[in-house]
DNA sequence: AAGACCATGTAACTCGTTACATGATTTG
DNA sequence: CAAATCATGTAACGAGTTACATGGTCTT
């Protein structure tokens, strides 16, 4: 999967290692993540396949760096993972792992596990969407009809964050009414 | 993670390797898998850690079997783990990586892909619904003060269906009107 | 003067996937 | 009679994480 989000970056515009990090951290981030580490090493296979060109480029000033461009086998290769048919799904959220294993806990604990899983959201706001949008937006200046997929996964992240938080509304009701249910039993207990 | 579920999952009742395989594959895959090869690896680095003990059982008729049972200090660092605060969200969406450079196929193609996409849901319906959470409402019988959380999962998994359903008739009419645009700017050319 | 930014990577480790290997019993 | 179920794993590889290492320039 990396190396072929890699190769997309580069099809772009040619890039270096760092700037395929950055992109990543700012624009990918809610959907995909990548270590420095992994990027650099990932470069290396790449190349080694063919798929894309190194070129080294001195610098004054600042540290002299490698641009990478994609080859006509590497752009064949974008275009034929794109196309392969794997809807995967993958889903692996770890919350949703923990929520299953809450009934060690005492449910008061839960709550606010909840409650602070529910304000940490990415996009908490209006105003930070924008934001968070604004770089994909200077980047589709030079790729105006690549644009219109790039908002369509940020579409997904506010669509995601919304229901995110709608969940744990449903989670924090059910919960209190589990706390209730749990109190009145103490109660009738003692009587 | 997975070392964590593991141990949740014996802490809810002794298992064998293949049960736990059986768990995962039934009522934990809307949210985390594992291969066998990857359960057996890890109950010997749990068992080496302290946390579960093995027991093997003689059978007639079937393989013999290795059970495993949680630890006092297995259960102690399952507490630990669930108390921890990492909400990290971690998504890591392949079909939204492929959204993001389909911008290198003609538009009806992508049309078609998200057509696909959409048909293929994991709950398409009501009934697929009720048998996806009956393993878990089996298992409910002898832990009912867990089977509240459960729930919450499988309330999860059918919000995130249901999203992703509206994101993607989203993006189908978005593409539609990008295509109906491109239409419209040929034919201005050809006049 | 401190910290962020540019720019590169290596080493060690952990986690996840694919493929293989075995073999009796039960169910359709 | 074929396929699924029960039950165990190993080997090799690929992907992801953590920690470390370097060093100049630009911004606050």
Redesign the pocket.
């Known amino acids: 999967?990396?190396?072929h989000g890699i190769l997309g970056l580069i099809s772009n515009s040619d890039k270096?290692?760092?700037?395929?990090?950055?992109v990543f951290r700012d624009s990918l981030s809610h959907f995909?993540?990548?270590?420095?580490?992994?990027?650099?090493?990932?470069?290396?296979?790449l190349q080694k396949a063919g798929w894309i060109s190194?070129k080294h480029?001195e610098?004054?000033?600042?540290?002299?760096?490698?641009?990478?461009s994609i080859t006509p086998a590497g752009h064949e290769e974008l275009i034929r993972w794109l196309r392969e048919d794997n809807i995967p799904a993958?889903l692996?959220n770890p919350f949703l792992l923990k929520t299953f294993f809450m009934g060690e806990l005492p449910v008061e604990e839960n709550i606010a596990f909840f409650k602070a899983f529910r304000d940490a959201s990415v996009f908490p706001d209006e105003g930070r969407q924008v934001t968070a949008s604004a770089d994909l937006y200077a980047m589709a200046v030079d790729h105006p009809e690549k644009a219109v997929y790039w908002k369509l996964t940020i579409a997904f992240g506010m669509m995601y964050e919304k229901m995110q938080r709608e969940w744990c509304d449903y989670c924090l009701q059910e919960l209190e009414a589990f706390r209730q249910k749990q109190q009145e039993n103490t109660e009738d207990i003692q009587q």
Chains 1, 2 share one sequence.
């Open positions: 999967m990396l190396k270096t290692g760092y700037e395929i990090m950055t995909w993540s990548a270590q420095t580490s992994q990027i650099y090493r990932e470069l290396q296979t190194r480029v610098q004054t000033g600042r540290p002299d760096k490698n641009v990478f993958e692996r």
